[in-house]
T-cell receptor
Framework: GIQVEQSPPDLILQEGANSTLRCNFS?????LQWFHQNPWGQLINLFY???GTKQNGRLSATTVATERYSLLYISSSQTTDSGVYFC??????????FGAGTRLFVKA | NAGVTQTPKFQVLKTGQSMTLQCAQD?????MSWYRQDPGMGLRLIHY???????DQGEVPNGYNVSRSTTEDFPLRLLSAAPSQTSVYFC???????????FGEGSRLTVL
C-alpha cells in the first residue's frame, strides 16, 4: 500500500520563527489533507489540498502531486501552534492513510 | 452544529470485557470510519462504511466489529478486550469519496 512519510519527526521553534513541514507519499493520490492535533487531542482540519497552494492566515500549504509531496508552512509561529501535524492521503477509494506526524513545540 | 460526536470520552475495561464505542454524525455524510491512534504511529484505519448496510475492513480490523444500520450512526464493538487495544479511538466522516474528513473528539480506552 501507499507509504506516507513526514519530516521532521520533531521540531522545536522559538516563538516568531518560521517552519516548513514536509509530507512525501509513495504513489499517486486523489486527495491530501493536513491536520493539527492540539495538546488536548482534538484533530483540526487545516487544509484539503490534493494539488496547488492554499493559504489561511499564517499557515499555507502546497501540494505537488506529480512529484508526490506536500509542504505545510507556518509563519510567525505562536505557542498555540504546538501539537502534532498530520498529513493524510487518499488513493481513490474510501481509505485515508496517515503519516506518523511532526511533533511541534513552540517556545515562548 | 454537533458534527461528529463520540461517546464515551474515557473508558477503562478489564481484559475480556466487551464494550461499544458510539459514533454519530449529523452532516448526512455517507462515509464513516474508525481509526486508532497509538504513540508515534499516527492514525490507523480499523473499519469503514460507505453507506447504511455496507462496511469494510481497514488496516487493523482484528478484534473489532462494526455495523451501519443508519446513515447517522457507526458503532465500534470490542467483543473481548485485550491490553493491545489500549488506544485513542477516533471516528470520522466525509460527504464524498476522497472528500475532506471530519473527526470526532476521540475516545480514550484503557484495557487492564
Amino acid at each position: 500500500g501507499i507509504q506516507v512519510e513526514q519530516s521532521p519527526p520533531d521540531l522545536i521553534l522559538q516563538e516568531g520563527a518560521n517552519s516548513t513541514l514536509r509530507c512525501n507519499f509513495s504513489d499517486s493520490v486523489n486527495n491530501l489533507q493536513w491536520f493539527h492535533q492540539n495538546p488536548w487531542g482534538q484533530l483540526i482540519n487545516l487544509f484539503y489540498i490534493p494539488s496547488g497552494t492554499k493559504q489561511n492566515g499564517r499557515l499555507s500549504a502546497t501540494t505537488v502531486a506529480t512529484e508526490r509531496y506536500s509542504l505545510l508552512y507556518i509563519s510567525s509561529s505562536q505557542t498555540t501552534d504546538s501539537g502534532v501535524y498530520f498529513c493524510a492521503v487518499g488513493t481513490g477509494g474510501f481509505k485515508t492513510i496517515f503519516g506518523a506526524g511532526t511533533r511541534l513545540f513552540v517556545k515562548a | 452544529n454537533a458534527g461528529v460526536t463520540q461517546t464515551p470520552k474515557f473508558q477503562v475495561l478489564k481484559t475480556g470485557q466487551s464494550m461499544t464505542l458510539q459514533c454519530a454524525q449529523d452532516m448526512n455524510h455517507e462515509y464513516m470510519s474508525w481509526y486508532r491512534q497509538d504513540p508515534g504511529m499516527g492514525l490507523r484505519l480499523i473499519h469503514y462504511s460507505v453507506g447504511a448496510g455496507i462496511t469494510d475492513q481497514g488496516e487493523v480490523p482484528n478484534g473489532y466489529n462494526v455495523s451501519r444500520s443508519t446513515t447517522e450512526d457507526f458503532p465500534l464493538r470490542l467483543l473481548s478486550a485485550a491490553p493491545s487495544q489500549t488506544s485513542v479511538y477516533f471516528c470520522a466522516s466525509t460527504l464524498l469519496q476522497g472528500g475532506e474528513l471530519f473527526f470526532g473528539e476521540g475516545s480514550r480506552l484503557t484495557v487492564l
